[in-house]
Nanobody, 121 residues
């Protein structure tokens, strides 16, 4: 099991940027594909982005494509989500997660506690 802790959330105006971090401990994340998910009030949790173990392949939800960038630094055991041109509809709690199986929703067994992102209009 890998322990995950998100940070970097906050309040930002529409059009602004934030960078989320996901720090791992317990195991090296180089063994895992990693993903970001989010959950807005009253809505189900949804996929945001994912990255393979090596970082060579990424996948994005259509709603964030071109605005968000997922990356990882296996040497630092950390994953990132750079969020640009933020919109009010990006407001949510953002979670990072780890999986051994590549796919948008497959096998994410380890989750962080989440970090709040609020985008004001």
């Amino acid at each position: 099991q890998v322990q995950l802790v998100e940070s970097g959330g906050g309040l930002v105006q529409a059009g602004g940027s934030l960078r989320l971090s996901c720090a791992a401990s317990g195991r090296t994340i180089s063994n895992y594909h990693m993903g970001w998910f989010r959950q807005a009030p009253g809505k189900e949790r949804e996929f945001v982005a994912a990255i393979t173990r090596s970082g060579g392949t990424t996948d994005y939800a259509d709603s964030v494509k071109g605005r968000f960038t997922i990356s990882r630094d296996n040497a630092k055991n950390t994953m990132y989500l750079q969020m640009n041109t933020l919109k009010p509809e990006d407001t949510a709690v953002y979670y990072c997660a780890a999986t051994l199986t590549w796919g948008r929703t497959r096998g994410y067994a380890d989750w962080g506690q989440g970090t709040q992102v609020t985008v004001s209009s």
